[in-house]
């Protein structure tokens, strides 16, 4: 019986975890996108760090 709470199979451990739905989040709780991530203290996007479309 496995008791930990975590599938058994976790996959690749170096790909990355989902990124959170922020979308839905600020639905159910009522508030913007921009008001979520300053209270979670994400900081500001910057350009070309990070970004799907940049080289690796």
Avoid: C, Y
């Avoid at 058994?8 to 996108?33: C, I, M, S």
């Amino acid at each position: 019986m496995n008791t930990l709470p975590f599938p058994p199979n976790p996959g690749d451990r170096n790909q990355r975890p989902p990124r959170p739905d922020f979308k839905a989040a600020t639905a159910k709780l009522g508030v913007t996108e921009q008001q979520l991530k300053d209270a979670l203290g994400i900081p500001p996007h910057t350009p070309g760090i990070d970004s799907p479309n940049s080289p690796k």
